[in-house]
């Protein structure tokens, strides 16, 4: 079965200090990869996203990276947190062939 | 024109009542659209596809109206569980979000 991953669920982070989120989906090969980030009270923002192997799409400038150095890893990272970086992320991959997404569970970032 | 929007609520409803959500979104060229429904510090998951002729799924039924250029979600026999945030999605091809545009969501409580 196609399932996703993403960890870790929860993370308090101090202003200033590196990040790195990780995402893996399986059971599908190709797929494509968002990243969202969703602040409290707010909509859902596109961050990232990804068509295969090393192609990153950003959408929003900002202090944050993403990399995909395998075929069904995502990985978010930042090298120096801001307060404004807090927030919950979304790993999400388009299930096909309805088109719609399926996210993984989320990380909460608190950036103190 | 923001690309997809909905009523942000509260709506407060008692159980057993019938309530429903209008989005609307502003690319004309959009063309896949979706619910779905996100609980309080959750992932949003897949509610239901929105087809053209209208689709029912138990007590949900959406609708579209390319014309007007919105859908609707319809919720029959309320039940506590139902409370959540539903979010409207659009899939415009070629779209620069990632063909994925997220509404800000609408918010329903449930009440006994």
């Known amino acids: 079965s196609q399932t996703i991953h993403q960890w870790p669920a929860t993370l308090v982070q101090p202003v200033g200090s590196p990040l790195s989120l990780e995402c893996t989906v399986e059971?599908?090969?190709?797929?494509?990869l968002y990243w969202y980030r969703q602040a409290a009270g707010r909509g859902l923002q596109l961050l990232f996203y990804s068509v295969g192997i090393g192609q990153i799409s950003s959408e929003v400038p900002q202090n944050l990276s993403a990399s995909r150095p395998q075929d069904r890893q995502f990985i978010l990272s930042s090298k120096k947190l801001l307060l404004s970086d807090s927030g919950f992320y979304l790993c999400?991959?388009?299930?096909?062939?309805?088109?719609?997404?399926?996210f993984g569970s989320g990380t909460r970032l608190t950036v103190v | 024109r923001k690309e997809v929007e909905q009523d942000p609520g509260p709506f407060n409803v008692p159980e057993g009542a019938t309530v429903a959500f209008n989005c609307t979104y502003s690319n004309s060229a959009s063309q896949s659209f979706f619910w779905y429904r996100q609980d309080c510090r959750k992932e949003p998951k897949l509610l239901m596809s929105v087809y053209s002729s209208g689709n029912e799924d138990g007590r949900f039924t959406a609708q579209l109206n390319r014309a007007s250029q919105y859908i609707s979600l319809l919720i029959r026999d309320s039940k506590l569980s139902d409370s959540a945030t539903y979010l409207c999605v659009v899939n415009t091809v070629g779209g620069s979000q990632g063909n994925l545009i997220f509404g800000k969501g609408t918010k329903l409580s449930v009440k006994p």
């Open positions: 059971g599908t090969s190709n797929p494509n």
């Open positions: 999400a991959w388009i299930t096909r062939p309805i088109g719609g997404y399926t």
